[in-house]
């Protein structure tokens, strides 16, 4: 169907006007996701998905193009969308192996060059990359913490310095008896695979607070065992269980230099996330005989006790209560939304949701609300949450529609490799079940129900004429007067709004597809 072209220029400027990572980087560039992003092959939502990064993931960004990012994540590099990645001039992380690229390098203190001096270090030293701060990189080596120029060190992924690479799906690893530690799920449809990482089948879907037979860990993925499966589950969703688990959390420090977090509490069966510098703030939620179960800046793992130093009792020995009494239901608007033991990004992590996931609200404690979910009790930012049921299903599809923000405009295109605007919400609502016309037209006269502009709600189609077509343009309305679409004029899926003067003007009516 024919479309009115949006001029070039304007496309242009509407897209730098949403980046928020720069268009180019002469150098290295730390970040963070806005969101639950997926990290993947290539710079294309069509390529291989390698994992998904949760909201507020710290990545290290390399190179930026034509809308991608090339980064570092977990010590994987790919390519992640520009739109969800938001520069940060601090990050931490497990980045990569750092190369020394000139002679007599200093490694400094701080990320200054007023700092002491710690070494200095001749062409080809490699060290670990453990954080970004401004124009210097945070490393480690030979027990050793400080920070190098970025001037004066190329960065690569872990897992391209590796002398044993990831094994191809049909060489996964072979299964086990029995694990000796117990790992819990901590989020929604967590995957298992048959191997570590994405590539491998999934072999099932597990719920919030599933118990697992665990093994050990590679390549940031727990090897485990339930119900006579042996696979894979990602350690982004899974906590290893600790012998006893504190009732209230206690505050500690690193007592050492270059002091590994570990995936579990053994330096046999579990691999390192992070090399940590000493002084680090730590929170101790649980012991597991030498070990201790740490958060450090949000990221879990096991710390031995021998390099800990355990402090006060931490602010969330006392979690303050609700100030508001509530009840009702509350929705989770974001996908990889975190369920924190009090209220406040300073208290752990117990559990991570995605969107349309719905919870019981018990108060209020200034912008969090206290909730319950399947006998988990904790608090979410408001920021996430809208106070009521949903339509599920409704919030289902958009969120669906809203995966392929990007993929190229092709006329009769009705897959993931290039869609037209009726072509779009022919699949999206094929994935659900429901058989709608092909044609937009078609889909105004003989789809759903007729509804007001003034009573739309997320799912509803809504309709535009041309300069030729009374019916030439259809998208999908996703709240706050912003609908989806695959747009002739931009050259791929976005996101409009409906006061856009163009669109105003030949506006010309919805039908409701769900409810």
Request: overall charge positive; proline content about 3%; glycine content about 14%.
């Given at each position: ?6 001029g070039?220029?304007l ?10 990572v ?35 993931a ?13 980064v ?8 992640a ?27 400094r203190?701080g990320a ?22 401004g ?32 094994p191809?799906?049909s ?12 790992g ?17 089948d ?8 599933v ?25 982004s969703?899974?906590?290893i269980?600790?012998?006893e ?7 500690g ?72 009494s ?17 209220p ?11 969107k ?25 930012s ?24 990007g ?20 699949y999206?609502?094929g ?9 937009a ?34 998208g ?31 506006y ?8």
């Amino acid at each position: 169907m024919k479309k009115r072209f949006i001029g070039l220029f304007l496309a242009i400027l509407m897209l730098a006007s949403v980046a928020v990572v720069p268009a180019s980087a002469a150098a290295c560039k730390g970040a963070v996701t806005t969101t639950a992003l997926n990290l993947r092959s290539q710079a294309n939502t069509s390529s291989g998905i390698i994992t998904t990064m949760p909201g507020g993931a710290g990545v290290l960004v390399l190179s930026t193009s034509n809308g991608w990012c090339k980064v570092i994540y977990n010590g994987t590099e790919g390519y992640a969308s520009q739109q969800y990645l938001q520069s940060k001039d601090t990050v931490s992380g497990s980045f990569g192996v750092g190369t020394i690229t000139g002679n007599s390098v200093r490694m400094r203190s701080g990320a200054n060059t007023s700092s002491n001096i710690l070494g200095e270090y001749n062409k080809g030293t490699q060290m670990n990359v453990t954080g970004v701060s401004g124009n210097w990189f945070a490393v480690s080596c030979n027990g050793k913490s400080g920070y190098v120029s970025m001037d004066y060190m190329s960065v690569a992924a872990k897992s391209t310095q590796t002398a044993n690479p990831e094994p191809t799906p049909s060489a996964a690893p072979a299964e086990t008896s029995g694990g000796a530690y117990t790992g819990k799920i901590i989020g929604t449809s967590v995957r298992m695979r048959s191997g570590p990482g994405t590539s491998y089948d999934t072999l099932g879907y597990y719920s919030n607070g599933v118990s697992m037979s665990v093994c050990g860990s590679t390549n940031g993925w727990y090897k485990v065992i339930y119900n006579g499966k042996t696979g894979y589950v990602s350690g982004s969703y899974m906590h290893i269980t600790p012998k006893e688990n504190y009732s209230t959390i206690k505050d500690g420090s690193v007592n050492g230099s270059s002091v590994r977090l570990r995936m579990g509490p053994s330096s046999d069966d579990f691999s390192v996330v992070q090399s940590c510098t000493k002084g680090a703030k730590l929170k101790i939620s649980g012991v597991y005989g030498d070990w201790y179960e740490v958060s450090l800046n949000g990221t879990y793992g096991y710390m031995n006790k021998s390099y800990v130093a355990v402090g006060t009792a931490a602010t969330e020995t006392s979690v303050p209560a609700a100030e508001q009494s509530l009840d009702g239901i509350g929705t989770i608007t974001a996908n990889g939304v975190r369920v924190r033991s009090g209220p406040g990004t300073s208290y752990s992590t117990v559990g991570y949701y995605n969107k349309g996931t719905q919870m019981t609200i018990t108060g209020k404690s200034g912008n969090w609300y206290a909730v319950t979910y399947n006998g988990l009790k904790g608090y979410v930012s408001a920021d996430y949450m809208t106070r009521g049921a949903v339509n599920s299903q409704a919030d289902q599809i958009v969120a669906t529609a809203k995966q392929y923000i990007g993929v190229p405009y092709v006329w009769g295109g009705t897959s993931p490799k290039g869609f037209d605007c009726s072509g779009l919400i022919y699949y999206v609502y094929g994935q659900y079940g429901y058989s709608l016309q092909r044609r937009a037209s078609l889909q105004y006269a003989y789809n759903g129900t007729s509804v007001s502009k003034s009573n739309l709600q997320p799912g509803d189609l809504v309709f535009f004429s041309d300069d030729v077509d009374p019916i030439g343009h259809v998208g999908m309305y996703i709240g706050n007067g912003q609908f989806i679409h695959a747009s002739s004029g931009k050259g791929c899926v976005t996101i409009s709004n409906l006061s856009t003067t163009y669109y105003a003007q030949h506006y010309t009516g919805a039908k409701r597809i769900v409810g």
